[in-house]
């Protein structure tokens, strides 16, 4: 029953993102270096996530992102969902901006221990480099996983390369 909610969940926003694109909409993925530390806990692993991202003018817009996750502590795999709002900075003319996002991401974890979900804040920056039409990011994502009822909650890293195209 969960899964249908989310994939609910996921369609709606998805459909949303595009009844309010005035501006550029792009559809990417993202591929990530996964770092999880806290408490002692250091663990290292990879992950894969597709976005949507939408611009009404060139400084800001809105993104939706959905990604799967490697070993986070005790957990051997993650799912996350997350909503963000992005500002965009140009740093010179050739397409070099510099970019940083907040908002909510959704974490559900699976692991040896049993199940975590965490609703909880995320935020991001990097660059970006327009290519033609075309972005490739390179950025950092903070989120948590766990939540303290099963597991401490880890804070979690993503380090990794995005293209976007639109």
Known sequence: MKNIALAIFVLLGWLSMN???????????????????????????????????VRPNEHYGYEMQFGLIGKSGPFTSSTSLDFCAIGVV????RGLKLYGKAGLADVYSRGFSGRANNLGPTYGAGFEFFREKDIVRVGFQHFNVGNNTLSP???????GLTLLLN
Do not use: C, E, K
Request: net charge negative.
């Open 19 to 53: 009844a309010f694109a005035d501006g550029d909409a792009y559809n990417g993925f993202s591929v990530d270096y996964v770092r999880s530390t806290q408490n002692g806990v250091n663990d290292s692993s990879s992950a894969v996530a597709i976005l949507r991202s």
């Open 90 to 93: 140009p740093l010179n003319n």
């Open 153 to 159: 909650s880890l804070g979690t890293y993503l380090i």
